[in-house]
């Protein structure tokens, strides 16, 4: 992921004519701790993939640990379970794959894994995707989706000033009221989302937050209502022909 503030705020400027000519406007989500940009989650509302896990496990999964340490649970009888169920331990675990394991939290394993996980493999580009490419870039749709990032200085020399491409400025937008959930997380209000990043877009079968939408035409037209900052890039979609619209199809499939 993207390590420092400096470097995905040069993206984003980057970006600042396009935007304009748009009407893209955008901010950051930033933590209320030290000021500094957050960038994971729908809501761009988590520090870290680390902070990132353990909300998820104790919001979508039910069980609490050292950086979520509440119950959520309504029903009386849970309010008195010993927490965090899921907890650092400080001598050695039985049947660990590794010493460090041994010692390690599960939130703090399943940020350890999405941090070394491999990027998507893009596939095979053609004459038809690279059309498509132009296309993308013509419609405007890389004043949010910008292909290349890069990260900072790292302490894992694989993550160490990498440029990589997820298709994000990792930036929150207004997206108008179709895509409004009425939900405030961090600095997000309820009808901000973070840039959606386009990577593996190839290998999903449904899209936007919600899994609403079963095609990527549908979710591009999602973007359109009342105050999204799309709407001036859904207006030149809407103007495509039908072989540019299919060569940008096939392009974003190629992710």
């Not at 929150?172 to 997380?185: R, S």
């Not at 990527?216 to 809407?238: F, K, Q, T």
Request: glycine share 10%.
């Amino acid at each position: 992921g993207v390590q420092t503030c400096a470097l995905p705020i040069s993206a984003f400027n980057a970006q600042s004519a396009l935007k304009a000519q748009l009407g893209i406007a955008g901010h950051f989500a930033t933590s209320g701790n030290d000021g500094t940009i957050t960038r994971f989650g729908w809501k761009a509302q988590n520090k870290s993939l680390t902070i990132f896990a353990g909300e998820a496990y104790n919001v979508e999964q039910g069980v609490t640990n050292d950086l979520f340490p509440n119950e959520r649970e309504t029903d009386p009888g849970c309010q008195f379970n010993a927490s965090p169920e899921d907890a650092t331990e400080l001598e050695n675990v039985a049947n660990a794959r590794s010493p460090a394991a041994a010692h390690s939290s599960d939130a703090v394993k399943f940020g350890t894994l999405m941090r070394l996980m491999a990027a998507p493999t893009p596939a095979t580009q053609t004459a038809q995707t690279a059309r498509g490419l132009a296309v993308f870039n013509n419609v405007g749709c890389q004043g949010c989706h910008v292909a290349a990032q890069t990260t900072g200085k790292s302490a894992n020399p694989s993550l160490n000033n990498v440029t990589y491409f997820p298709f994000s400025d990792f930036a929150l937008h207004d997206m108008g009221g179709a895509l409004a959930d009425g939900i405030t997380q961090g600095t997000a209000n309820g009808r901000d989302w973070r840039t959606a990043p386009l990577w593996g877009l190839g290998q999903r079968l449904f899209f936007l937050h919600d899994g609403r939408a079963e095609t990527l035409d549908r979710a591009i037209a999602a973007h359109s209502s009342n105050g999204s900052e799309a709407n001036g890039s859904i207006a030149r979609y809407d103007a495509l022909s039908t072989g540019d619209r299919a060569d940008l199809m096939a392009f974003l499939r190629s992710l």
